[in-house]
């Protein structure tokens, strides 16, 4: 059995109705989004029924003790009445009661009585004094009632911002959006920013997007609401939330590709150096046993030989595009930018960077002869001596490989043409792929996506297309500069 201090207190409920206390809400935070449909009317009616019942209450008691009761008491008991009722009472009741007794007093208690006019000087202080008392208390009141409304809110908002914060922090987005639910008696969820709702009076939605995403927190509400400017900053604050959660995971996700490129990048460059090493031992061993069997057995097995070396060969190339392909990826080759003649560079890479079997296949075709442009020798030499190998392999015999300087424009191109059976037009868009070969299953497809990644150190773009009668022609373009004879005329 509970102790009377264990026991809850009784309230009348005449007295709650009358006082307005308001009952615990299942949404404390809905009070944030006002109704819009007549609701200040609702209001102002009830408020005034309220202030009806409770001044014919006090009418009644100021009536049945009038024998007793001077004029004044009554006076006294009004406004203690309006006082006491309108610090529980919402606005605009407290003013009401005021108006409500001031009246009710004067007409039933005031001689003459069930008379409204005032007759002495006495009267006039004393309904000034009661208007001047009732306006202060109910003033200071309503201040209170509202520091305290406001005290709560921002407490409850603190609270529901502090849950909302734990339950993304354990990505638990559901448990957050319940939260907002059962806050604010709405349906919150994450839509992507764009989504229109079917009544958009009924729905309360803010940007909740970071830098990358496109995301709204949409609360949609059974009925139409009208967010006050604290539920806009709530509303705010919840979307400010949801946007750091959504940036945090896209920060994890973006940390975690980069371990894994950066693992990958690592055992995949190892990988690359130790094969590269390995392959160059025995590639050695080969050619220097192919040197010493082709000089004692004076030509008795040269086919046997000729395979063996140009298997050797293969590898050696083997090893230099993937010595090269790991430089290029750890960022090693540093470009040493010149300023060329184009023709004289393209006899230059002729003479040093291609084997001279092969350079013996190429025909130099230079139309623009004083076309200039700024490039890394050395690497643009790479370029063109891929592009002449492919297209010297792809060549029938008896066929010139044709190189070509032409200046178009802003751009100085050097292509590569071949009159082979070219390049299938699905294969366009890929020939520069890593590790693509195409219908070349002897290649590693290495070379071209080597020169891509060299094009673009060196501020180069390269393309393919076919050539016309048959044949592929590979391009590179580089950007035209001034003749450097013309630069040394016009220097001051």
């Not at 309904?127 to 520091?147: G, K, P, S, W």
């Not at 009924?202 to 997007?209: D, E, L, N, P």
Request: glycine share 6%.
């Amino acid at each position: 059995m509970k102790t009377p201090e264990e026991r809850p207190p009784k309230e009348s409920k005449l007295l709650r109705l009358l006082m307005a206390t308001e009952a615990p809400s299942p949404h404390p935070l809905r009070q944030c989004f006002q109704d819009d449909q007549g609701r200040g009317l609702d209001n102002f009616l009830n408020s005034a029924a309220k202030a009806v019942g409770i001044m014919a209450l006090t009418t009644a008691v100021c009536w049945l003790g009038r024998d007793i009761l001077a004029p004044e008491a009554c006076c006294l008991i009004y406004l203690g009445v309006t006082v006491l009722f309108g610090a529980f009472m919402p606005p605009p009741a407290p003013f009401l009661l005021a108006a409500i007794g001031l009246l009710s007093w004067n007409f039933f208690f005031t001689p003459p009585e069930y008379d409204l006019r005032i007759r002495s000087i006495d009267e006039l202080i004393l309904h000034i004094l009661f208007v001047l008392i009732a306006a202060v208390m109910n003033n200071l009141t309503a201040n209170l009632r509202r520091r305290e409304r406001h005290s709560r809110l921002s407490e409850r908002i603190a609270n529901l911002l502090r849950d909302c914060q734990d339950a993304l922090a354990k990505e638990d987005v559901d448990a957050f959006l319940a939260l907002i639910g059962e806050a604010t008696g709405s349906t919150a969820t994450l839509v992507p920013t764009g989504v229109t709702a079917a009544d958009p009076r009924f729905v309360v939605a803010t940007q909740a997007s970071g830098e990358r995403h496109q995301t709204s927190l949409r609360l949609e509400f059974a009925s139409p609401v009208r967010p006050t400017p604290q539920a806009e900053e709530l509303t705010q604050a919840l979307a400010k939330i949801a946007a750091d959660h959504l940036e945090r995971r896209r920060y994890m996700a973006e940390a975690a590709k980069a371990q894994t490129a950066t693992v990958s990048e690592r055992i995949g460059r190892a990988l690359l150096d130790n094969v590269t090493h390995e392959i160059k031992t025995p590639v050695s061993f080969m050619l220097a046993s192919v040197h010493r069997i082709r000089s004692r057995d004076q030509g008795q097995h040269e086919s046997e030989t000729r395979a063996i070396a140009e298997a050797a060969n293969r590898l050696v190339r083997l090893t230099e595009e993937l010595t090269l392909m790991s430089s290029v990826r750890t960022q090693m080759l540093r470009p040493r930018m010149e300023h060329c003649n184009a023709s004289e560079l393209a006899k230059e890479i002729l003479a040093q960077d291609v084997r001279p079997e092969l350079a013996a296949m190429v025909r130099l075709i230079s139309k623009s002869p004083e076309a200039c442009l700024s490039t890394d020798p050395h690497l643009a030499g790479i370029i063109l001596g891929n592009f002449i190998s492919n297209a010297c392999r792809h060549s029938p015999p008896g066929h010139k490989v044709e190189l070509t300087v032409e200046q178009q424009g802003r751009q100085v191109r050097l292509s590569v043409s071949d009159h082979g059976k070219g390049v299938a037009a699905a294969d366009l868009p890929h020939v520069f792929d890593r590790f693509y070969r195409g219908d070349n299953p002897g290649a590693l497809g290495l070379g071209l996506s080597i020169s891509r990644e060299i094009a673009g150190i060196i501020g180069a773009d390269l393309e393919v297309s076919a050539t016309p009668g048959g044949g592929a022609t590979f391009h590179m373009a580089i950007a035209a500069v001034e003749p450097y004879k013309d630069q040394e005329e016009n220097a001051p």
